[in-house]
């Protein structure tokens, strides 16, 4: 279930391919961190986060690097929470055919 009431706390990027992402909900009394290895370099410029809706926070990446990852997260395992946006996968296939 979601938790409302949460507030970004902080977003860094310990590494060039590391993400820690962490949330304050006050009325909850809970934080959650996320912890993400990604499967390349990022870039800090033109990297987006902010909280959504019922306690949903989104995170937008930039590559340091244009190219196609074969995934997102350096290790095979994933969150399980951790899902393809497959609409958007498929609206770009044809665009990042060109940096195979």
Same mark, same amino acid.
Do not use: Y
């Given at each position: $279930? ?8 902080? +977003?860094?990027? $310990?590494? $060039? *391919? =590391?993400?820690? =992402?962490? /949330? *304050?909900? %006050? !009325?909850?009394?809970? !934080? =959650? ?8 370099? &990022? @870039?800090?410029?033109? #990297?987006?986060?902010?909280? @959504? #809706? +019922?306690? !949903? /926070? #989104? ?5 340091? /690097?244009?190219? +196609?990852? $074969? !995934?997102?997260? @350096?290790?095979?395992?994933? %969150?399980?929470?951790?899902? &393809? ?10 665009? *990042?055919?060109?940096?195979?």
């Amino acid at each position: $279930p979601a938790t409302l009431g949460c507030e970004l706390e902080d +977003v860094t990027f $310990p590494k $060039p *391919n =590391f993400v820690v =992402f962490a /949330a *304050n909900c %006050p !009325r909850s009394r809970k !934080r =959650f961190e996320l912890k993400l290895e990604l499967f390349g370099d &990022v @870039q800090l410029e033109g #990297s987006t986060w902010s909280m @959504q #809706s +019922v306690g !949903r /926070a #989104s995170l937008t990446i930039k590559k340091a /690097a244009a190219g +196609v990852w $074969p !995934r997102l997260l @350096q290790g095979k395992a994933k %969150p399980g929470n951790l899902h &393809v946006w497959w609409t958007m996968k498929d609206r770009h296939d044809k665009e *990042n055919s060109n940096f195979s």
